[in-house]
């Protein structure tokens, strides 16, 4: 057993005494040392930094679709630009009848509410808050919206079938208009009509794609009610898919619905349009990982170039220290132990950089996420440090081989007559 393992203890206490060796020499040399790393230095730090603010950025803005909900999509009415001589806004605009086509006959859609918006009036107890947001849905808004009712109920079919004079308020609506904690029961007057108020919906932060900001005061009444006090309202389909995989077919499935449905000729442009969050969660994704694959460009060529600077300085030692390379043969040191001397050295060189890099980027890292709020999802995976520090041993390996072997073929005789 000692046999076996004698030259391994032996590698093992080299390498051991040659990375002390190097990083003396290091120290001995530490300006020229600094600047020989420089580049490492500069290209691990700029990577840490962007794929640690990549990733928080990235965690962001898929925190901010999860608030719409990834299975949501979109779809109203438009006038393509060679038909709005012909063709009026009203037109364009999508109906119950289509929405209730779609729900018939598209299986990728699994709920749809139409709705429509307008900032009226209301007044409670004789006080009056002008031009808060009025929107009219069915009740299945609820789930596609993730929005409960904490109070009360919600609406129900034949609320909307009956067009009854009922509404929803959110928790900022009870504070503007001075409401009980639990409003249901109570009258408002919205555009001088009588609603009474059957729930208290919950109220959710308002997302970055809908303009952020502070949540304000809404209020929610049946979709066919809120058509019959404004018909010309705009009106928009928010539809829920069966689940995020069925993005495209949905998209598709909804088009196709549409342009029967109107008559459009092959060659006819669409009368309306859809958008869909997955795909734009899609392209967010594709964005980001083009970004990195950036950013590991960058710190390529500045490895590349901070490699060169290794192999030029390890050269330049081998070349100063020739009467010691000589020294160390004449009294038996074998041409690998000073292979293994200058080839380490190189590798230490690369790694103590990219150990600074990477502590300069963590640096940046903490100091984006304590003073921003949003950043606070900003991080460095491990997996891209490991590929730091490996990136860097791999250049000082491939940059110091070529001084180490010329170090190691050495004379020992010519050495030490070297001046």
């Not at 393992?5 to 020499?25: D, E, H, K």
């Not at 791999?394 to 010519?414: E, H, Q, R, T, Y």
């Amino acid at each position: 057993m000692k046999v076996i393992f004698a030259p391994l203890v032996f590698l093992l206490r080299l390498c051991v005494q040659t990375v002390f060796l190097a990083v003396g020499q290091i120290m001995t040399r530490f300006v020229r040392s600094s600047l020989t790393m420089l580049g490492i230095i500069i290209g691990v730090f700029v990577v840490v930094a962007s794929v640690g603010f990549l990733t928080g950025m990235k965690g962001y803005v898929l925190k901010e679709f999860e608030t719409l909900g990834a299975r949501k999509m979109w779809c109203w009415g438009y006038v393509p630009e060679d038909k709005r001589t012909t063709m009026s806004w009203t037109d364009a605009k999508v109906t119950l009848y289509e929405a209730n086509l779609i729900l018939e006959r598209a299986p990728s859609i699994s709920s749809l509410t139409p709705q429509c918006s307008r900032n009226w009036d209301i007044a409670y107890e004789g006080k009056v808050v002008r031009g808060v947001g009025v929107t009219g849905i069915w009740p299945e808004w609820h789930e596609i919206e993730d929005r409960q009712v904490i109070y009360g109920r919600p609406f129900s079919r034949i609320d909307i079938e009956e067009h009854r004079q009922v509404c929803l308020v959110n928790e900022d609506a009870v504070d503007e208009f001075k409401l009980d904690t639990d409003p249901t029961g109570s009258y408002i007057l919205i555009q001088g009509r009588r609603f009474l108020i059957v729930g208290l919906v919950e109220t959710k932060d308002v997302s970055m794609f809908q303009g952020g900001g502070d949540t304000t005061a809404e209020v929610f009444i049946p979709f066919e009610t809120h058509k019959s006090m404004d018909p010309y309202s705009w009106t928009v389909f928010v539809l829920q898919l069966a689940s995020p995989d069925v993005a495209q077919d949905a998209e598709a499935e909804v088009r196709f619905i549409l342009r029967k449905h109107r008559q459009l000729k092959p060659e006819d442009n669409d009368t309306f349009e859809i958008h869909v969050l997955q795909n734009a969660i899609q392209q967010f994704n594709s964005m980001a990982s083009a970004v990195t694959m950036g950013a590991g460009l960058v710190v390529g060529f500045s490895l590349l170039v901070g490699g060169i600077g290794i192999m030029n300085i390890m050269l330049a030692s081998v070349s100063e220290r020739t009467r010691e390379i000589g020294l160390r043969k004449a009294v038996g040191a074998q041409p690998i132990v000073v292979l293994l001397q200058f080839l380490i050295e190189a590798v230490v060189l690369c790694v103590v950089g990219g150990g600074v890099g990477v502590l300069l980027g963590q640096g940046l890292v903490f100091a984006m996420r304590s003073s921003v709020s949003w950043m606070s999802e900003v991080s460095v995976p491990t997996l891209w440090v490991i590929v730091a520090f490996g990136s860097c041993a791999v250049v000082g390996v491939v940059s110091g081989m070529f001084p180490a072997l010329k170090a190691a073929a050495l004379n020992p005789i010519n050495a030490l007559r070297h001046e």
